[in-house]
């Protein structure tokens, strides 16, 4: 077998759930080795959360929080706090291999569904200028399933077409697929839409690796919880103030009840009604112990922190980092807001892990069970544009 070193880099990198799949992946499959060479994101928490956990392991006091591109060492190790707008991309270091889980802002279903018309859909494009330079020889992109149906379908097409063909010449061997993360081992139904690209020239095919690779996973959330029990000195493991008002709301929710659910309007008093018109189904919601969270979100207002199945709380940021699948050690930088934005917008670590595990098993030479892709890219690419 022959070994191989990836050098990769990461737009939109986030705190690091991307990178740590990549890099437990890599740890597992044999002749296969992972340089972690620099990463981009805007928000200054995140790339202090990045560089300590991601960075500082492997390149100790040479890994570097820089401000442009032309700072990162050219040994790697560097993650650049800078706006993707102003980021100079030629000036990042040569890499094998990239990640981006582009912002998903205008493509979620939660939102108003904008996509390209909106200020982040269009953010795709700077990875697409990251395969024009660097021409990796494979790249891994994550968005929301909202993905697929934004612009009427117009947007998802372009996004594949300029993956595809990045620049005159090169072309990369596309394979997308709607990943529900709760069948690879998190314990979370978190559903996204990843894309894999292999550069045409590389004599290997990826294939989407089978849930039944996890199936023996406990992905309960009591489990996910409890298993090992949270020390209190956890890092991020603060908990919040609940007020006399939102703790005798949640007393009347058993466990998967949120604030508008029939049985607990019915006995809940008058006075701890919602009055609202929208009623979102995760405010105030309880988790079900014996089944994977609801998703894990990174912002919104009183009612949006997901909630103990029996305790009356909110949870706390180190137990949606466990929902996350991040690690006990992997520590947050920052205060209690932009924790949570983080955990929220990262990609599970478990999930990221199973993607990667499967590509870098692919160019091992290392058979692994597999599934169709449930994304047909022939029919989106063959859609007429309006």
Same mark, same amino acid.
């Given at each position: 077998m022959?070994?191989?070193t990836f050098?990769?880099?990461?737009?939109?990198?986030?705190?690091?759930?991307?990178?740590?799949?990549?890099?437990?992946?890599?740890?597992? %499959?044999?002749?296969?080795?992972?340089?972690?060479?620099?990463?981009?994101d805007?928000?200054?928490?995140?790339?202090? @959360?990045?560089?300590?956990?991601?960075?500082e392991?492997?390149?100790?006091?040479?890994?570097?929080?820089?401000?442009?591109?032309?700072? =990162?060492?050219?040994? &790697?190790?560097?993650?650049v706090?800078?706006?993707?707008?102003?980021l100079d991309?030629?000036?990042? &270091?040569?890499?094998? $291999?990239?990640?981006?889980?582009f912002?998903?802002?205008d493509? *979620?279903?939660?939102?108003?569904?904008? &996509?390209?018309?909106?200020?982040?859909?269009?953010?795709?494009?700077?990875?697409?200028?990251?395969?024009?330079?660097?021409?990796?020889?494979?790249?891994?992109?994550?968005?929301?399933s909202?993905?697929?149906?934004?612009?009427?379908?117009?947007?998802?097409?372009?996004?594949?077409?300029?993956?595809?063909?990045?620049?005159?010449?090169? @072309?990369?061997?596309?394979?997308p /697929?709607?990943? *529900?993360?709760?069948?690879? &081992? =998190?314990?979370?139904?978190?559903k996204?839409?990843?894309?894999?690209?292999?550069?045409?020239?590389?004599?290997?095919?990826?294939?989407?690796?089978?849930p039944?690779?996890?199936?023996?996973?406990?992905?309960?959330?009591?489990?996910?919880?409890?298993?090992?029990?949270?020390?209190?000195?956890?890092p991020? /493991?603060?908990?919040?103030?609940?007020?006399?008002?939102?703790?005798?709301?949640?007393?009347?929710?058993?466990?998967?009840?949120?604030?508008?659910?029939?049985?607990?309007?019915? %006995?809940?008093?008058?006075?701890?009604?919602?009055? @609202?018109?929208?009623?979102? *189904?995760?405010?105030?919601?309880?988790l079900?112990?014996?089944?994977?969270?609801?998703?894990?979100?990174?912002? $919104?207002?009183g009612?949006? /922190?997901?909630?103990?199945?029996?305790?009356?709380?909110?949870?706390?940021?180190?137990e949606k !980092?466990?929902?996350?699948?991040?690690?006990?050690?992997?520590t947050?930088?920052?205060?209690?807001e932009?924790?949570?934005?983080?955990?929220?917008?990262?990609?599970?670590?478990?999930? !990221?892990?199973?993607?990667?595990?499967?590509?870098?098993?692919?160019?091992?030479?290392?058979?692994?069970?597999?599934?169709?892709?449930?994304?047909?890219?022939?029919?989106?690419?063959?859609?007429?544009?309006k």
């Amino acid at each position: 077998m022959t070994s191989q070193t990836f050098r990769m880099g990461e737009l939109f990198s986030g705190p690091g759930g991307m990178a740590l799949g990549a890099k437990l992946a890599a740890g597992s %499959v044999e002749g296969i080795t992972l340089r972690h060479m620099w990463a981009n994101d805007y928000d200054l928490d995140t790339c202090e @959360t990045y560089k300590k956990n991601i960075l500082e392991p492997a390149y100790g006091q040479n890994a570097k929080l820089v401000k442009s591109a032309d700072d =990162v060492p050219s040994y &790697g190790g560097g993650v650049v706090h800078q706006n993707v707008h102003e980021l100079d991309i030629d000036s990042l &270091g040569e890499i094998d $291999g990239f990640a981006f889980g582009f912002p998903c802002n205008d493509y *979620s279903l939660v939102g108003e569904w904008k &996509g390209l018309k909106g200020t982040y859909g269009p953010l795709y494009s700077y990875g697409v200028a990251v395969l024009a330079s660097k021409q990796p020889k494979w790249f891994v992109a994550e968005n929301v399933s909202g993905l697929s149906g934004a612009n009427e379908g117009q947007a998802f097409k372009q996004i594949l077409e300029h993956l595809q063909s990045p620049a005159e010449g090169l @072309t990369y061997k596309l394979v997308p /697929h709607l990943y *529900s993360f709760d069948e690879y &081992g =998190v314990p979370q139904r978190r559903k996204r839409i990843v894309i894999v690209g292999i550069r045409d020239d590389q004599d290997v095919d990826f294939q989407v690796p089978s849930p039944e690779l996890y199936k023996d996973f406990d992905v309960s959330a009591k489990t996910a919880l409890t298993v090992p029990p949270l020390a209190v000195t956890a890092p991020n /493991h603060d908990f919040a103030r609940q007020t006399q008002r939102v703790i005798e709301r949640l007393s009347y929710l058993r466990p998967g009840e949120n604030a508008f659910s029939p049985r607990a309007l019915a %006995v809940m008093p008058k006075h701890l009604h919602i009055n @609202t018109k929208t009623t979102i *189904s995760s405010t105030y919601k309880r988790l079900e112990p014996n089944k994977p969270s609801y998703t894990v979100t990174g912002a $919104g207002g009183g009612g949006s /922190h997901m909630y103990h199945w029996v305790l009356d709380r909110a949870l706390t940021n180190r137990e949606k !980092a466990r929902l996350q699948s991040f690690p006990d050690d992997f520590t947050f930088v920052g205060k209690k807001e932009s924790v949570r934005k983080q955990v929220g917008m990262a990609v599970p670590v478990q999930g !990221a892990e199973a993607i990667f595990t499967a590509l870098f098993r692919t160019f091992a030479g290392i058979p692994y069970p597999f599934v169709n892709s449930n994304i047909e890219l022939g029919k989106i690419l063959s859609l007429t544009t309006k």
